[in-house]
């Protein structure tokens, strides 16, 4: 009891101190490095050139994420929010195929709740300029609930190597998916309907901070977005499953 209280105070901390930081990231640990034309549906959610969280390229015009990134408490939200598109080096700025684009809008969940335990995290970034639709792929979203308990997620991570070069490149894992009933015994708390919690897999890879908004994918299908983040490395994140928004996201996608 006394952990499980712990690990979800340690969520409320994280969550405060990454506001504070101005979302200051660090990133996926462990995995694989991707080539770009493999995960060309993420996009790197930036403010002054610092990756804050990940986005699910949805439409031409449209990224989806986490509110969690965007929302810093009820009714503030976050400015100057650029998204980077077509590399998966962050530190790679000569990429033929490298786009930012301004936000123009922010569509978050109407029954997003900070005080709910992050109840429906999720939200839209509608873009002011066109992702170039050649290169880069909207994911899809699913057409049924997840059956699978291991799905792939992918993200980016900082690593220092021997010359104390830093190198932020995708890297690519797999997570396995918990039961609902073992989540609320983790967090000592009930999760919301749409919440579910996750591991990397092997439990040596990892989410860290600036991994919100990373998708949970199968073959291009995305049924889950990160949401929250704990710096155990022992502990499992929760994501939000995307399947029951998919009639907001085709609402979204046709009227704004």
Known sequence: MIKTMALYLELLLIFMLSLADGKVSRKLQGGSIVSPDIINHQVSIQINNEHICSGIIIGEHYVLTAATCIVLDHDIILGNIKVRAGSNDLLDNDSSFLSYHEVSLVIIHPTFNIRNFWSDDICILKLSTGLD????????????????????????????????????????????????????????????????????????????????GNPLFFYRTIFGVVSLISSYDDSPFIYTQTFNYNNWIDNILHNY
């Open 133 to 212: 639709l050649f290169y880069i792929r909207p994911a899809k979203l699913p057409l049924s609930k997840l059956i699978k308990n291991i799905l792939q997620i992918s993200g980016w991570s900082e690593d220092v190597s021997h010359t104390s070069d830093l190198i932020s490149t995708q890297r690519l894992k797999r997570c396995n998916i918990e039961r609902p009933r073992n989540c609320n015994e983790i967090f000592g708390t009930s999760l919301n309907a749409n919440q579910f919690c996750g591991y990397g897999s092997p439990r040596s890879c990892y989410l860290t901070l600036g991994d919100g």
